[in-house]
T-cell receptor
Framework: AQKVTQAQTEISVVEKEDVTLDCVYE???????LFWYKQPPSGELVFLIRRNSFDEQNEISGRYSWNFQKSTSSFNFTITASQVVDSAVYFCALSGSKAAGNKLTFGGGTRVLVKP | DVKVTQSSRYLVKRTGEKVFLECVQDMDHENMFWYRQDPGLGLRLIYFSYDVKMKEKGDIPEGYSVSREKKERFSLILESASTNQTSMYLCASRKGEQFFGPGTRLTVL
């Protein structure tokens, strides 16, 4: 069975601070994909990144960066110099083998509140 | 751009009513999914479909059924709505990453 744990339920920061969201996963699949989604107050989930299990390179996209560490089964997400528009709920998710229907297993989400 | 649309943003129903939630995607994706989202629990998979007329149970299928008669449309059915089915329902379709609809907030009184 797959499991994704986001231990932080809510994080509050002041604008321009950095914030790191933790994500720990469990899977028996050797090939899998990890995702991060953002859910702003409007409610629609926005795809941020997909990473496959064979690519452990860290990735940076603007103020967003992701640290994938297979040894610790973690896929952490950092927002650098946070802005009020970053306020949202962020979900980490895991997808296993195609045989399992490409289902996504989500973590419980981390609510980020960026104060001006 | 992929577009996933859901028939209603907000819905209020009474206990025992039959409820239909409709989802349509315009990118010819084979895989479609229904989730419910509850605070602290993240998104939980109810049902998914990988082809027309095919369906698979997700993690919490009890009290729900689905229908996929056409590739672009995936319907979630609550046969007899109950108050514990009050939730946000999200539809998604997938090729690579999953694309989500705007969600339907269902309240069952």
């Amino acid at each position: 069975a797959q499991k994704v744990t986001q231990a932080q339920t809510e994080i509050s920061v002041v604008e321009k601070e950095d914030v790191t969201l933790d994500c720990v996963y469990e899977t028996r699949d050797t090939t899998y994909y990890l995702f991060w989604y953002k859910q702003p107050p409007s409610g629609e989930l926005v795809f941020l990144i997909r990473r496959n299990s064979f690519d452990e390179q860290n990735e940076i996209s603007g103020r967003y960066s992701w640290n994938f560490q297979k040894s610790t089964s973690s896929f952490n997400f950092t927002i650098t110099a946070s802005q009020v528009v970053d306020s949202a709920v962020y979900f980490c998710a895991l997808s296993g083998s195609k045989a399992a229907g490409n289902k996504l297993t989500f973590g419980g989400g981390t609510r980020v509140l960026v104060k001006p | 751009d992929v577009k996933v649309t859901q028939s209603s943003r907000y819905l209020v129903k009474r206990t025992g009513e039959k409820v239909f939630l409709e989802c349509v995607q315009d990118m010819d994706h084979e895989n479609m999914f229904w989730y419910r989202q509850d605070p602290g629990l993240g998104l939980r998979l109810i049902y998914f479909s990988y082809d027309v007329k095919m369906k698979e149970k997700g993690d919490i299928p009890e009290g729900y059924s689905v229908s996929r008669e056409k590739k672009e449309r995936f319907s979630l059915i609550l046969e007899s709505a109950s108050t514990n089915q009050t939730s946000m329902y999200l539809c998604a379709s997938r090729k690579g990453e999953q694309f989500f609809g705007p969600g339907t907030r269902l309240t069952v009184l």
